[in-house]
């Protein structure tokens, strides 16, 4: 049974599933071939992804990574005394 295929169930909020309804219209395919085709590659993505141990970003989320980085949040007190405790200082 090489065509064989199985069911998979999700539940979507109404707003979400007015969404995916519109991008499938959008694409001019089912409800079902959209998310086939849309969550099938995003999971490929992410196996191989994970496979080679990357972390993939979008711009945005890149973005705010820098600004994290180069501007950081100062710790609070409670988070000072746990690195001064956590460093057996």
Request: charged content about 20%; cysteine-free; hydrophobic content about 45%.
């Amino acid at each position: 049974m090489a065509n064989a295929s199985t069911s998979l169930m999700v539940r979507l909020d109404p707003d979400s599933k007015t969404f995916v309804a519109r991008a499938a219209e959008l694409r001019y395919v089912s409800v079902s071939d959209y998310v086939r085709s849309v969550v099938v590659a995003q999971a490929r993505r992410e196996i191989q992804a994970a496979e080679q141990q990357v972390i993939a970003l979008t711009p945005a989320e890149q973005l705010e990574f820098w600004h994290a980085l180069h501007d950081p949040t100062p710790l609070t007190a409670a988070q000072q005394s746990l690195g001064t405790l956590m460093r057996g200082a």
